[in-house]
Structures are given as structure tokens and as C-alpha cells.
């Protein structure tokens, strides 16, 4: 299971997802996220669903790479499907038995918010971060978050924090397979029992956990301040990010299709009703 959580990590390549302007990535999740949570029929999720696949397609990392960060968020699936089907009234009945009522407009709701956090996690934990080194993630966020500094925000700490944070994910799962391999080793036992036995078994790993993370963080710290890091006052940097021809045209043929994936959403859900 650890192994399939692929959060923070980062493939070099030579596409053009992984050309593109890392400022120009962030705008496009943020107007993709948008997208996904004012569209709800069917004509839009395939619009915003093929936009995706044709994503993953040009950044060449792969689609099974990429369904890969789904397998550890299978139960919240599972769990939002359910709380869906069986708290949403409604719609006409398709199931009844005492208090179980299943209806057609919470089958509905339930598919259409399992594939919008499929799509969710696909095009930003995934795909972001796949094509995104952290360096240039980090300037795309101090770039994009720079009108925040005229009220005092300190926007490069909080950038370099989130980016720090994303990037050490992989770093502690390593961390944690190679404590249960050792812990295995041992004699310990983490797939056996009940709910309560499993959660027990996990403290021999936590401990020694925390320990190496605050190591970690300890010597990361110590490593900045031998290098004399003093903020982002007077920093240069080594890529200047600049938008080049092929980003104008990305930024203006993903407007346009997300704007027509909210068009035909206000149209298919309004159009029956409205003369």
C-alpha cells in the first residue's frame, strides 16, 4: 500500500506538460477545480475527463502510473459512494427495505462525486506533482501568491513550507517501509487481528518514525543556515520562469474548453426547464 502512494514524487521528462510554465500548471488546476465543482451532468465530466486523459497522454508519465495515487484513497471512494447512495433523498425509489431507502437521484449524486475526486486527485496530487519538479513548484507558488506581499503575507516561507512538506511525503513512506520491513523482521506482525490489534501493531513504527522526522527536519534546518538562507529578500534564481508562445496558446484552448464544459452544463441541466 505504501508503495502506491505516489504524493510528491517527480518525473523528469521532456514533454510538454513538463515544459509548460509551472505558474501556467497552477492557474489551470485552480480553473480545473473550478470546473469540477460547478459542473454536474454528463456532457461536461466528459469534456473536463477527456481535457485529463489527454493531459496524461502528452506528459508521457503513463496511465497506470497515474491511477496508481487512487489505490489509497479506494475506502473514502467506497465511504463517499455509500454515505451518497443511502443519505441522499429524492429522485424515485429504486430499493426500500425497512429504513435502507435507495433512490436514482442518490445512485446519481454518489457516481458524479466519486468521479469528481477521481478527477481531483488525478489532476492535482498526481499529475501536478508528476510533471512539476519542487523547485519550480515552489517559484510558481511565491510567483503566483506575490500580490499577497503588498499586506505583509510572507509568501516565499509559505511556499518554500508546502513544498517541503510535498517533497519530504515520499522521503517518510521510504522511512516507514523500511522500519515495517525491519519490524517484519523481527517477528511483528501488521496484517493479523482486528481494528484495534492493527492500530497497537503501528506503534513500534511510530516512534522511531517521528524520531527520524524530526532528525530530518533538525538537519534540513542546520543545512539552511550554514548556507546563510535568509528568506526570499534579495534571492535569485537559477530558471527565470518566462511564458513562452506555446503557453498563451494552452492558456487560451483550456479556457476555452473548460468554458465550454460549464456552457454545456448550465445548458443540459437549465435547458429543459427554461422556455
Known sequence: MLKDITLGQFFPGNSIIHKMDPRLKLVIT????????????????????????????????????????????????????LFNVF?????????????ITITDYGVYNAFYMVLRIALLI???????????????????LESVLSPLKKIKVPVHELAMMMTIALRFIPTLLEETDKI??????????????????????LIPILIP????????????????ECRCYNGG????????????????????????VLALAIYSDYTCTFGVILP
Not at 515495517?180 to 501493531?201: N, P
Not at 518514525?209 to 539552511?224: D, G, N, P, Y
Not at 534571492?235 to 484552448?253: E, G, P, Q
Request: some cysteine; proline content about 3%.
Open 30 to 81: 485552480v480553473l480545473y477545480i473550478t470546473a469540477l465543482f460547478m459542473c454536474h451532468g454528463p456532457v461536461p465530466y466528459i469534456i473536463l475527463g477527456g481535457i485529463l486523459i489527454l493531459a496524461v497522454a502528452l506528459s508521457k508519465v503513463g496511465f497506470r502510473q497515474v491511477t496508481r495515487g487512487l489505490k489509497p484513497i479506494l475506502i473514502l471512494l467506497v465511504i463517499t459512494t
Open 87 to 99: 443519505y441522499t433523498n429524492g429522485g424515485q425509489v429504486i430499493f426500500s427495505w425497512k429504513f
Open 122 to 140: 488525478i489532476a492535482t496530487f498526481t499529475l501536478l506533482t508528476y510533471t512539476t519538479s519542487p523547485i519550480m513548484l515552489t517559484d510558481a
Open 180 to 201: 515495517m520491513s525491519a519490524q517484519k523482521s523481527r517477528g511483528a506482525d501488521f496484517e493479523s487481528g482486528g481494528l484495534i490489534r492493527r492500530a497497537k501493531a
Open 209 to 224: 518514525l517521528f524520531i527520524s522526522a524530526f532528525r530530518r527536519a533538525e538537519e534540513l534546518a542546520t543545512a539552511m
Open 233 to 256: 529578500e534579495g534571492r535569485t534564481k537559477l530558471r527565470v520562469m518566462k511564458f513562452a508562445m506555446r503557453d498563451y496558446v494552452i492558456l487560451f484552448v483550456s479556457l476555452a
